[in-house]
């Protein structure tokens, strides 16, 4: 698919994380092209995706299209998802359809501003996807001026300057709808399917789905946590 099919695709449509990290019972690639299978039959129309090893076996369960990233910690940055040029290097190899990356205004690993850093990624890979995981609407309208290709509400309530923002981020949602002309995608804390129309009748282009569907440690604890409110 070109970039142009690839937008379309994933048009008015769920997008489901397939994520385990290390610490989490599923963590295996095997599990999670499973995962990416049941969401394809589901009727998802992509699949975002943690690691090289993760979406390679991914694409062999599925044709959907994938946003990938890979999330790494640097001792000198607090940015993760997709950090430096080595990650964007290995999900292009790979060939992740979209690549999603931190587009926070935090200092990348060696202090690289996100400027400095998406200005030598674009140049080097022009005809790539790149979404940006913003945690506001500043970031998001400065992502979209830098020629990010979509922006989303991914790490609202992640960041320092959000911690503790009432999720889903419904209001960053509506205000970058109304102000951007590139897709914008809701992402972060829908746990419901009322959240998910409502994200949907705000005019997200589309939406991501992870913990609620794919993590079924958290799903039992969000269930557990509505027993102890009782």
Not at 7 to 25: F, T
Not at 62 to 90: F, M, N, Q, R
Not at 146 to 168: H, N
Not at 181 to 197: F, S, Y
Request: aromatic share 6%; hydrophobic share 40%; glycine share 6%.
């Amino acid at each position: 698919m070109d970039n142009y099919q690839i937008i379309n695709k994933i048009k008015g449509g769920l997008i489901v994380s397939c994520q385990a990290l290390e610490d989490e019972p599923l963590y295996s690639s095997f599990i999670m092209s499973k995962m990416a299978l049941a969401a394809e039959e589901g009727g998802a129309v992509g699949i975002r995706a943690n690691s090289v090893v993760d979406i390679a076996e991914i694409q062999k369960s599925t044709a959907l299209p994938i946003i990938g990233l890979i999330k790494k910690d640097y001792a000198d940055s607090e940015v993760y998802i997709t950090p430096t040029e080595a990650e964007v290097d290995a999900l292009v190899l790979v060939g992740a359809d979209i690549i999603a990356m931190d587009a926070t205004n935090r200092p990348r690993p060696n202090g690289e501003s996100l400027d400095t850093f998406f200005k030598k990624i674009k140049k080097k890979y022009p005809n790539k996807l790149f979404m940006a995981d913003c945690s506001t609407y500043v970031e998001g309208i400065h992502a979209s001026e830098l020629g990010f290709d979509i922006v989303s509400t991914t790490l609202s309530g992640y960041t320092k300057e959000t911690k503790g923002r009432l999720l889903p981020d419904f209001d960053m949602l509506k205000k970058l709808v109304d102000s951007l002309d590139i897709p914008v995608i809701a992402e972060g804390g829908i746990w419901e399917p009322a959240q998910l129309k409502q994200a949907f009748d705000l005019g997200c282009h589309s939406a991501v789905v992870g913990s609620a569907i794919t993590r079924p440690r958290d799903i039992t604890r969000h269930f557990i946590a509505a027993i102890k409110e009782n």
